[in-house]
T-cell receptor, first 111, second 118 residues
């Protein structure tokens, strides 16, 4: 079945550093979504990407929809302590609209 | 501020009991998803509906789980009988999907139902 490989699994960085994470798959998706989940909460949508090659920013976050439609990355610039959490990528399959998730990247930011 | 509403937020129950989780999708959304989140498996899709019709429930153990949408404002996920391995966080999410080629469809999550089966 369809799978998303998200990396890295975890990151420990210093405040102010930039962060990059990505998701890859052998399947094609027509939408890529990036979520952040805080402890005890549901995932919150950060960025949505709708077409191949699209590059979208939301404040310090930038995400891109890969040209092959099989990958996406998320960058966070100048990280701050409140960026701590688990980041998930999700891809929507063209037929039927099923949304599947990567395993998550746990981000820790040291002040 | 429109949001997906889930109840209960927390539930502790004994093995063998029936558990029903409810979800109110965002008004106007036509697609509803049920996910289960555990440390080991991450976010797993259990089932999803489009315009109240089940599209895919292959991720759901059929013998004990059932998902329904009695109307457009309510989705339910039922476990009967519950087992300790069902302990997890169950998320409902909703979105507006307007066609196979549509791209204007973001999907929003509820805060989850935290289930513990003892």
């Amino acid at each position: 079945g369809q799978q998303l490989n998200q990396s890295p699994q975890s990151m420990f960085i210093q405040e102010g550093e930039d962060v990059s994470m990505n998701c890859t798959s052998s399947s094609i998706f027509n939408t890529w979504l990036w979520y952040k989940q805080d402890p005890g909460e549901g995932p919150v949508l950060l960025i949505a990407l709708y077409k191949a090659g699209e590059l979208t920013s939301n404040g310090r976050l930038t995400a891109q929809f890969g040209i092959t439609r099989k990958d996406s990355f998320l960058n966070i610039s100048a990280s701050i302590p409140s960026d701590v959490g688990i980041y998930f990528c999700a891809g929507r399959i063209p037929q039927g609209g099923k949304l599947i998730f990567g395993q998550g990247t746990e981000l820790s930011v040291k002040p | 501020d429109a949001r997906v509403t889930q109840t209960p937020r927390h539930k502790v129950t004994e093995m063998g009991q029936e558990v029903t989780m409810r979800c109110q999708p965002i008004l106007g959304h036509n697609t509803v998803f049920w996910y289960r989140q555990t440390m080991m498996q991450g976010l797993e899709l259990l089932a999803y509906f489009r315009n109240r019709a089940p599209l895919d429930d292959s991720g759901m153990p059929k013998d004990r789980f059932s998902a329904e949408m009695p109307d457009a404002t309510l989705a339910t996920l039922k476990i009967q009988p519950s087992e300790p391995r069902d302990s997890a966080v169950y998320f409902c999410a909703s979105g507006l999907v307007t066609g196979p080629g549509s791209f204007g469809n973001t999907i929003y999550f509820g805060e989850g139902s935290w289930l513990t089966v003892v």
